[in-house]
């Protein structure tokens, strides 16, 4: 069984802070995507990654794959309160296609 | 262009019913997924469909069951609802050819078992 550990699983900031949210797991994915949920919603795709150590950037979001391709981070700079949400990474494993394994989440606030 | 639709939005079941949920996929995509997101927790998958049969299927019993149309629309039956069943159901769109890149969700069905 796979499992994605993601943490932390709270974060409170202020508006302007820099916060880096970490996904770790033992076994190795094909690809790994992180989603923003909001209250109501389903979860909305921000970016998938294929490429152990690959970077990619999305304004003010930077999203890393590990070299092994068994962990991910998101980082944030400057954080603004419509950043606020769920954050959730969740990997794809190499012979499941779409059959995600996700983590548990990490829950943004951004006080303006 | 439509998203993925879900239907209903809320649903209040009594513990033993049976329930239906319904999803249309993203225009263009051909697979569905579906997932359980308890309170507080990350999706679960439940199974997906393609060409109209079960491909893949999650760590759930059996009175979950699903479906699938010619037109890639998709059901999600729930028989015998116990109150741990109260959940977010998440239907998830996808196209089959290639790599996978990720998902469209829907907004989901809010499941209440009482």
């Known amino acids: 069984t796979q499992l994605l550990e993601q943490s932390p699983q709270f974060l409170s900031i202020q508006e302007g802070e820099n916060l880096t949210v970490y996904c770790n797991s033992s076994?190795?994915?094909?690809?790994l995507q992180w989603y923003r949920q909001e209250p109501g919603e389903g979860p909305v795709l921000l970016v998938t990654v294929v490429t152990g150590g690959e970077v990619k950037k999305l304004k003010r979001l930077t999203f890393q794959f590990g070299d092994a391709r068994k962990d991910s981070s998101l980082h944030i700079t400057a954080a603004q309160p419509g950043d606020t949400g769920l954050y959730l990474c969740?990997?794809?494993?190499?012979?499941?296609?779409?059959?995600?394994?996700f983590g548990q989440g990490t829950i943004l606030t951004v006080h303006p | 262009d439509a998203g993925v639709t879900q239907s209903p939005t809320h649903l209040i079941k009594t513990r033993g019913q049976q329930v239906t949920l319904r999803c249309s996929p993203k225009s263009g995509h051909d697979t569905v997924s579906w997932y359980q997101q308890a309170l507080g927790q990350g999706p679960q998958f439940i199974f997906q469909y393609y060409e109209e049969e079960e491909r893949q299927r999650g760590n759930f019993p059996d009175r979950f069951s699903g479906h699938q149309f010619p037109n890639y629309s998709s059901e999600l039956n729930v028989n015998a609802l116990l109150l741990g069943d109260s959940a977010l159901y998440l239907c998830?769109?996808?196209?089959?050819?290639?790599?996978?890149?990720?998902?469209?969700f829907g907004s989901g069905t809010r499941l209440t078992v009482v």
């Open positions: 998830a769109s996808s196209y089959s050819t290639g790599n996978f890149y990720g998902y469209t």
């Open positions: 076994s190795v994915f094909s690809s």
């Open positions: 969740a990997g794809n494993g190499g012979t499941s296609y779409g059959k995600l394994t």
